[in-house]
Nanobody, 125 residues
């Protein structure tokens, strides 16, 4: 089992930045992949970015490429999502998740095994 706890959400004006954190505990593995998703009201859960716990290049959804950056700190067992140039349409609950698949290219939420509780991000216009 892996436990995930997100933090860092909040209210920000359009054009601003936020950094989300996701602290992992439990039986983590270097083969795991950490991902970030979001879900806006009335919409499906959307893949944003993924990175291998062991390192390497991350993978991004087109909708956030160039604005969001995923990174990890293995010493702190934490994955981050730096979000810049935020837009009102970025408003959603943001989730971190873990897939045991080992692939950063799995974008379907059903392919992820463990989830955090989510953190709200609201971008005002």
């Amino acid at each position: 089992q892996v436990q995930l706890v997100e933090s860092g959400g909040g209210l920000v004006q359009a054009g601003g930045s936020l950094r989300l954190s996701c602290e992992a505990s439990g039986r983590t593995s270097s083969t795991y992949v950490m991902g970030w998703f979001r879900q806006a009201p009335g919409k499906e859960r959307e893949f944003l970015a993924a990175i291998r716990w062991s390192g390497g290049n991350p993978y991004y959804a087109d909708s956030v490429l160039g604005r969001f950056t995923i990174s990890r700190d293995n010493a702190e067992n934490t994955v981050y999502l730096q979000m810049n140039s935020l837009k009102p349409e970025d408003t959603a609950v943001y989730y971190c998740a873990v897939t045991r698949s080992g692939s950063i290219y799995y974008t379907g939420h059903s392919l992820y095994d463990y989830w955090g509780q989510g953190t709200q991000v609201t971008v005002s216009s």
